[in-house]
């Protein structure tokens, strides 16, 4: 099986205490900034709260948990709603890992 950024568990965050609406992951080998612009025709997601939305540093959260650098900088936020169906976040998947794949392989 290809090497995928799920294969390496790349979530942030507790894997139990956390809002069963919301996933934020890392994708290795890339800033977040550069997977969202190259999944931009596929996929809305964010690079953290809108407050930060702008800057390129490290989230300050990130940093107090520990997440290395390398893997905060290619961290995306992904949220769901009452509206969005299994397509919804299975096309969302596909298009960010195709994107990953074109922005890694670079």
Known sequence: MPWTPWSASPWNGHPDERLPNTLHVSFPGVTGRMLLHA????VAASLGSACHSEHDAVSGVLAAMGIAAAR???AVRLSVGVMTL???IDRAAAG???AWQRVADC
Do not use: P, Q, V
Not at 39 to 42: P, R, T
């Open 86 to 88: 299994k397509e919804d």
């Open 39 to 42: 999944a931009s025709g596929e």
């Open 96 to 98: 960010l890992i195709a």
């Open 72 to 74: 905060a900088a290619g």
